[in-house]
C-alpha cells in the first residue's frame, strides 16, 4: 500500500472467547466487520497454508432442570431430582448417536449435579454443543435434542430452561481470495524463525514426548493450495 500509494486502512481484531462463546458471532452482530472490503482470517496451526478447507457448525447451549429437593435417605419420595432430569437427558443423547450421521459431533459436561449425596438435587445444569457439516444438519438434530430436554422434563417431574450461548456457521471458503493469498504467501514466504525460537519449539516437543525437531524456516516452506479441502472436526471459532 505505501508502495504503490493505495488508499485504505488495515485493521486487527482480536476475537475473544474463541472456545466459549464464539467471540465473533458477537462482533458481527454489533456491525464491527461492517466498514471492511475484506477480512481474512488466521488461526495457529503446525504448517504454513491458505486454508481452504471448512469446517463444522455447531450450536452451544446449556440446559439447565428444576425439580424439589427433600432427604435423599429419609424422604426421597417428595424430592424430584434435577440431576436425574440431567443424566436421563444425557443417556438419550448417546441412544441418539446411534440415528445419526457419522459427521454430526455433540458434546457435553455437566456443569452442576447438587451439593451433596444425601440430598435430592433441586437443580441440574448440563452444557451442550452439537455439530454437523452445515446449518441445516445442526438445527435438524438440535430439534431432536431437544425432544430429549422435553422428555427428561416428564419423567422426572421437573421444569426445564435452555440458554442458547450461540452459533455458528460451517465456513464458506472463499477460493478468488485464497487464490491471491496463495500468490502472496509464495512471494514473501513462510515465517522466519531464530535459533532461540527454535530450540522453544524444541523444549515443547519434549515436554510433549514428540520428536525434538524444532520448526523449519525457510522462505519456501509453505503448502500448496488445495482448492478443495477436508471439512476439519471442529468448528471455526478463531
Not at 475484506?38 to 455447531?58: E, F, Q, R, Y
Request: charged share 25%; aromatic share 10%; proline share 5%.
Amino acid at each position: 500500500m505505501e508502495k504503490y500509494n493505495i488508499p485504505g486502512t488495515i485493521k486487527l481484531f482480536g476475537c475473544p472467547a474463541e472456545e466459549t462463546v464464539v467471540g465473533k458471532t458477537f462482533m458481527a452482530r454489533e456491525g464491527i466487520f461492517n466498514d471492511l472490503s475484506a477480512a481474512i482470517v488466521w488461526h495457529p496451526s503446525t504448517i504454513t497454508k491458505v486454508n481452504t478447507g471448512s469446517s463444522l457448525a455447531m450450536n452451544n447451549f446449556k440446559v439447565s432442570f428444576y425439580g424439589h429437593t427433600s432427604h435423599a435417605a429419609s424422604d426421597p419420595w417428595n424430592g424430584k431430582s434435577a440431576l436425574d432430569a440431567v443424566e436421563l437427558m444425557d443417556i438419550a443423547v448417546n441412544f441418539l448417536r446411534e440415528h445419526i450421521h457419522p459427521t454430526v459431533r455433540i458434546h457435553y459436561v455437566i456443569l452442576n449435579g447438587g451439593k451433596a449425596p444425601n440430598v435430592v438435587p433441586d437443580f441440574a445444569e448440563v452444557w451442550y454443543y452439537v455439530r454437523d457439516i452445515n446449518r441445516k444438519n445442526v438445527d435438524e438434530i438440535y430439534k431432536r435434542v431437544l425432544n430429549i430436554v422435553k422428555g427428561a422434563s416428564l419423567m422426572t417431574e421437573t421444569e426445564y430452561k435452555i440458554e442458547f450461548i450461540t452459533a455458528v456457521h460451517s465456513v464458506l471458503p472463499n477460493i478468488t481470495g485464497s487464490k491471491i493469498m496463495q500468490k502472496n504467501l509464495e512471494k514473501i514466504g513462510a515465517p522466519k524463525f531464530t535459533p532461540e525460537e527454535i530450540d522453544f519449539a524444541k523444549e515443547i516437543q519434549k515436554s510433549c514426548k514428540k520428536e525434538e525437531k524444532g520448526c523449519k524456516s525457510s522462505k519456501t516452506y509453505w503448502t500448496p493450495l488445495r482448492e478443495k479441502e477436508r471439512i476439519k472436526i471442529a468448528s471455526d471459532l478463531s
